[in-house]
């Protein structure tokens, strides 16, 4: 394993190739190593936490708590192996008796053989992200280059729970390339009117399992693009932020495949869109989902741009088709629910609604689709005319 960082301002990369699993906290699991399982249990930093934006307000200094530097127990950060230093730093950090912080280097390169972090600890261990030069406090500065605040990279047979991440600078959690993985029991917060926060990220990334989170972000909770299979996510909480989007995808005329994508059991609030699935010009499930007082419930947008200059018309677009949108109910915050403009070259096929009930203010709510092929099963309120 391979875990590359930066560290005030910090970005945690994990580069799996190995079964792994990891646990955060709530700290009374067996731990070692399962060789019939082939994975290894679990470790437990508590809780990732960035600044507050717009306030001055940082919390605990790292003064105020005990650190370790993983570099002052052997690591190099130079590419060798760093495991068993990083084992004493967490032993060292685990045994005391008031809060600590274990520190791993910025701009290091830091290579782990198979390691379980194991509890329980005498006191929490916190692993702070400080944003310091933020653009999301200082407008000033570029947004441009900020850092996903923890990236699963390459990972196989991974398990991800109780993981606690506050006020990331850009995306809070990113899956890239991972194949096999669970992931339960996290919560995501950052205020509502902070750009680019996206809650989960998940990118070319197949068998996901995505249980029991609480997402609260100022961007997607959970945003799926490009290359990802069979991902699903139940028991979903999310609010506030952009709902949860397929995309975008297609960017710059290139080509995007998402499919086999089921959210199932999810309860959106206060959110400015509740389930999207945006493309850019150039066999999936939506159900059992409650919306309270969202803004734009179902959307299919084939014609998405995300620029500041108009975005010409173009003569491909990526194909949406096989979309299953079932019971889902509760109330919109405006009059328009349902979202649906296609592409007129390449028109979506295979929309199913199925036990639709928006409504905005005890009121029927409304409808707009273009290019589309839709299927009305039982009940559907608002219906496309």
């Known amino acids: 394993m391979s ?46 936490q960035g600044r507050n934006f717009g306030s001055s307000k940082m919390g605990r200094s790292l003064a105020a708590v005990k650190t ?37 280097r910025k701009n290091k390169n830091y290579l782990l053989k198979p390691i379980t972090f194991e509890g329980p600890c005498k006191s929490s261990i916190t692993v702070r992200i400080w944003w310091e030069n933020s653009c999301k406090v200082n407008d000033d500065l570029s ?9 699963f990279y390459n990972c196989k047979n991974l398990v991800v729970k109780n993981l606690k991440i506050q006020n990331a600078q850009k995306m809070h959690v990113s899956f890239e390339k991972c194949v096999g993985f669970e992931v339960s029991g996290l919560t995501i917060t950052a205020p509502e009117d902070s750009p680019n926060t996206d809650g989960i990220h998940v990118i070319r990334t197949q068998n996901i399992q995505i249980s029991s989170s ?6 997607d909770c959970i945003s799926i693009v490009s290359g990802s299979q069979k991902v699903q996510a139940t028991g979903t909480t999310c609010g506030p932020g952009h709902g949860i989007s397929f995309g975008s ?23 400015t869109n509740g389930v999207r699935i945006t493309t850019w010009q ?19 947008d084939q014609k998405y741009c995300d620029q500041d200059k ?6 491909r677009a990526v194909q949406v088709q ?50 589309a092929k839709i299927t009305r099963k039982g009940n559907v309120s608002p219906s496309c005319t």
């Not at 995808?249 to 206060?270: M, Y």
């Not at 919109?332 to 007129?344: F, N, R």
Request: charged share 15%; hydrophobic share 35%; glycine share 10%.
């Open 214 to 219: 609480v997402i609260g972000t100022g961007d």
């Open 249 to 271: 995808l297609g960017d710059g005329n290139s080509e995007a495949h998402v499919s086999d994508v089921t959210l199932n059991g999810a309860t959106l609030t206060g959110t």
């Open 68 to 104: 370790f530097n993983v570099n002052d127990y052997g690591a190099k950060g130079d590419g060798s192996d760093a495991t068993e230093a990083f084992n004493n730093a967490w032993m060292a950090a685990c045994s005391l008796s008031q809060g600590s912080v274990l520190v791993v």
């Open 310 to 315: 108009p975005c010409k018309s173009q003569s």
């Open 143 to 151: 947004c441009k280059d900020a850092t996903t605040s923890l990236t």
């Open 282 to 300: 150039g066999g999936s499930k939506f159900q059992n989902i409650e919306m309270h007082n969202v803004k734009n419930t179902i959307i299919i």
């Open 322 to 371: 096989n979309v299953l949108y079932r019971n889902i109910k509760g109330t919109s915050s405006s009059s328009e629910a349902i979202q649906i403009d296609c592409s007129e070259k390449f028109p979506c096929k295979g929309i199913v609604l199925q036990g639709i009930d928006l409504r905005v203010g005890g009121k029927a709510t409304i409808a707009e689709c273009n290019n």
């Open 3 to 48: 875990l590359q960082t930066d560290f005030i301002p910090s970005l945690i990369v994990f580069l799996l190739s190995f079964p792994s699993y990891y646990s955060f906290p709530g700290i009374s699991e067996a731990s070692g190593y399962d060789a019939s399982a082939g994975r290894a249990n679990p470790w437990y930093p508590s809780t990732i």
